[in-house]
Structures are given as C-alpha cells and as structure tokens.
C-alpha cells in the first residue's frame, strides 16, 4: 500500500520542486488540498492527521501552526523552513554527516537544513572533527546562490523586465548586511565551531545554483596544508552516493581558471573542491539551491524515514 504524503504550503517554490519528485514515485499517494482551503486551519488539519508523511514549506510561524495541528503519532514531519532546525527534539536532514542517518531513519520529526547551511556544515564539520580546524577559528565564508531561493516573490521579482530594470537587478547583491542570517544558528550548531561564522551571502541575476566558499588560512591550523584539508574531507564523505570531494586543486575542472557553479542543477549532487597556495587554503562547494539546499535533501530524508532507498527519486 502507497504510503499517504501531503505538502503543506504546496504552492511555494519547495513545494513545487517536491511536487515535481513525489510525482515521480509509484509508493506515494499525494494528498492535495483544494487551493481555496489552504489557508483553512480544520481543513489542512484533516490532511496533516490523514498522511503517513508531511512536508511542511511555510513561513516559521505557520509551520508552528501545522506542527500543533497533528494529533496523531503516526504522521511523520519533514520541515523545511528555519524554525525547529536548531530543536534537539528534531533529527537534522544532512544525512551525510557522522550517524546522522541513523538519526533521520529512525526519526518522527526532521528538519531540513537552509541552503547556504548545508555547504558550509559539510566544508567544516569533518575538519573540526579531524583536528584540523579549532573549534574557535574566526570562519569566514560568503556564498553566491540564484534568485531561486528567495522564493515566489524573488522569482517573480527578478522575472519581472520592468521590476528588474528599476531595481538594477542585473548585478549581484549582497545581503543580510547586519551579519544576522537567519542560518547562522544552525551553521555554528551543526559545524561544531564555537562561534558563528561571518558569513556574506550574494544574490545575483541566475536562476539555481550556490557556491559558498570558504577562505583558511593554514597558520592558524596546525599548519595543515590545503592537501590535507582534501584527505580529511576525501575520507569522511568516502562512499557518500551525494556528497563528492573532487581532485585536489582541480584547475580541470575549472573554465579557462574560472569556477563554474551551476555544474550539480537539478540534480542532488554536493561537490565540495579544496584550492590552495602557501598559507592559502579555498574550500568551494557547489549544489543546486532548490536540490541538495532544498527539496531534494527533503526527499532523501523521507527516503530514510520511510525506509526507502535513500536515492529513492533523485537519481
């Protein structure tokens, strides 16, 4: 028997994308909700206590909402806004790192990680684990991602000729300028570090895609190397079917010395590159905002949840 899933907040662009997986998977009933009652606290409470699995794509306050509405043990949750990503009562969705799998499989409650986060917990988390990075390094990291990820209103934004033209849209953007994103909490919770990264997101005038790179300096490593820096990833993410750490300073993979970012779109690829000179070490991962950042890592936690294989309808 097809296992019932609903998609809470379906309209939205994670909604979309999830949408667009589960359609593909003969084990899944879809339980959709008529438009004009999406908004109806008794209708969506009906669903939600009627499905095996939910997806919560809304605003925090609202996925709170949705979360009480559930009065039954048997629905399982998947969250995919900010809030409950940072709650202990909540398995982390980054199946990736050390016996987080173990976690998801066995877990009620699964919170997806934020997009920009995702990069930078899987650049830094084995590097902390390994030794190599202090847990009190000042990281440093900015991230280039599309307008993709600021949702139907920054898609249609930055779609719009006439919105684009008067707000220049044409020229990437640096944001969040109080240094207070809405992701930190979970970058230093789930890094491992001792403090938050000052982290500089950009939005710039392409659809998907994200590269968050981070700068070390290997003085204040133990003079770990950058080809050190590689082995430790290489080994930790060893086997992983998702997460990929490519040749050591991979000038082949470069474009005439350029990084090219939109290479893992649409799919649930995470590359993660090491660069260095010196003293310098660059480590860039590259992944699609809406795939590895968004409904595909939501899909491959249900994977586990359900006990299905894990690339279940992202390979």
Known sequence: MPYKVFVDGQEGTTGLKIFEYLSKLSDIEILRIDTSKRKDAEARSEYLNAADLVFLCLPDSAAQESVALVKNEKTKIINASTVFRTDRHWAYGLPELKNQRELIRSATRVSVPGCHATGFILSTRPLIEAGILPQDYPVTCNSLTGYSGAGRSGIEEYENPTIAAEKKL???????????????????????????????????????????????????????????VHDALSAYFEGERFVHVMPYDSEAYL?????????????????????????KINIISRYDNLGKGASGAAIQSMNLMLGFDEGNGLI
């Open 170 to 228: 044409n020229v990437p953007r640096h944001y969040s300028m109080q240094l207070n994103h809405k992701h930190l909490p979970e970058m230093k919770l789930y890094s491992g570090l001792a403090y938050e990264p000052i982290f500089t997101p950009i939005k710039a005038n392409y659809a998907q895609g994200i590269a968050m790179s981070i700068p070390l300096a290997s003085r204040y490593m133990k003079n770990a190397t950058a080809k050190d």
């Open 255 to 279: 474009d005439e010395g350029h990084f090219m970012l939109s290479e893992c779109n649409d799919t649930n690829q995470l590359e993660i590159f090491v660069f260095g000179q010196g003293d």
